[in-house]
T-cell receptor, first 115, second 114 residues
Framework: AQSVTQPDIHITVSEGASLELRCNYS??????LFWYVQSPGQGLQLLLK??????LVQGIKGFEAEFKRSQSSFNLRKPSVHWSDAAEYFC?????????????FGSGTRLSIRP | ETGVTQSPTHLIKTRGQQVTLRCSSQ?????VSWYQQALGQGPQFIFQ???????GRGNFPPRFSGLQFPNYSSELNVNALELDDSALYLC?????????????FGSGTRLTVV
C-alpha cells in the first residue's frame, strides 16, 4: 500500500542553521511527491512538488528537496532557517492509481526554531 | 483569483448530533477532496467529488457523506457525531486533469465534539 513515513516527530534548529527534514515513501510506481507546510491553526500550503526530471526541485521560501529513487526518499532542505519557518511540515505522495487520484500524507514533522 | 474558503471556522457539537461543513473551491477547479486531520496527525483522505458525484473514498464510515454542487462548491456531512470526530476538516480543490499538481487547501473547520 502507498504510504509516507516521516521519522522525525519534532526537530529544533537554531535560527540561521541549515535544515533537513526526512521523508520516505512506499509506492509501486514513479511517485508524485509533495511537501506542504502548515502554520498553527491554518490550512496546508504547497512548498514544492516532484513528478519527473531533475531530482533536485526548488520550492517557495527558499526550500528545496531531493528525490532519491534508490532510497525511496524525498528529503526537504533549507540552507538557513528563519524564525518564521516554525511550523508543521508534511511530506506526501500522489496516488494516481486508485479511482480517486488523491494525496496521501505522512504524519508530519514539527519544526521549532531556537533564537 | 479567490482561494478555497471553508465555513464555519470553528464549531462545537454534542455527541450524536449532525454537522454540515461547507467549502467553496478555487475558481476554475472542478474537483473537491475532503480530509480529516486529528490533533498531531497528518490529514486523512475522506472522499473526493467530481462532477457532483463521489469519485473515491477513504476508510471512513457511511455516516460521513458529501455533496458537490454545479458551481463546484461542496458540503461534508457527518451524522451521529462521535468524540473521535473532533478534528480539523480540510477541503482541497483542484482541476480534475491536474490533481497531481497538488491541491489548494482551505484553512479548515475545527470541529469539537463534546
Amino acid at each position: 500500500a502507498q504510504s509516507v513515513t516521516q521519522p522525525d516527530i519534532h526537530i529544533t534548529v537554531s535560527e540561521g542553521a541549515s535544515l533537513e527534514l526526512r521523508c520516505n515513501y512506499s509506492y509501486g510506481a514513479t511517485p508524485y511527491l509533495f511537501w506542504y507546510v502548515q502554520s498553527p491553526g491554518q490550512g496546508l500550503q504547497l512548498l514544492l512538488k516532484y513528478f519527473s526530471g531533475d531530482t533536485l526541485v526548488q520550492g517557495i521560501k527558499g526550500f528545496e528537496a531531493e528525490f532519491k529513487r534508490s532510497q525511496s526518499s524525498f528529503n526537504l532542505r533549507k540552507p538557513s532557517v528563519h524564525w518564521s519557518d516554525a511550523a508543521e511540515y508534511f511530506c506526501a505522495v500522489g496516488d494516481v492509481r486508485s479511482s480517486a487520484s488523491k494525496i496521501i500524507f505522512g504524519s508530519g514533522t514539527r519544526l521549532s526554531i531556537r533564537p | 483569483e479567490t482561494g478555497v474558503t471553508q465555513s464555519p471556522t470553528h464549531l462545537i457539537k454534542t455527541r450524536g448530533q449532525q454537522v454540515t461543513l461547507r467549502c467553496s473551491s478555487q475558481s476554475g477547479h472542478n474537483t473537491v477532496s475532503w480530509y480529516q486531520q486529528a490533533l498531531g496527525q497528518g490529514p486523512q483522505f475522506i472522499f473526493q467529488y467530481y462532477r457532483e458525484e463521489e469519485n473515491g473514498r477513504g476508510n471512513f464510515p457511511p455516516r460521513f457523506s458529501g455533496l458537490q454542487f454545479p458551481n463546484y462548491s461542496s458540503e461534508l456531512n457527518v451524522n451521529a457525531l462521535e468524540l473521535d470526530d473532533s478534528a480539523l476538516y480540510l477541503c482541497a480543490s483542484s482541476r480534475r486533469t491536474e490533481v497531481t499538481g497538488g491541491y489548494t487547501f482551505g484553512s479548515g473547520t475545527r470541529l469539537t465534539v463534546v
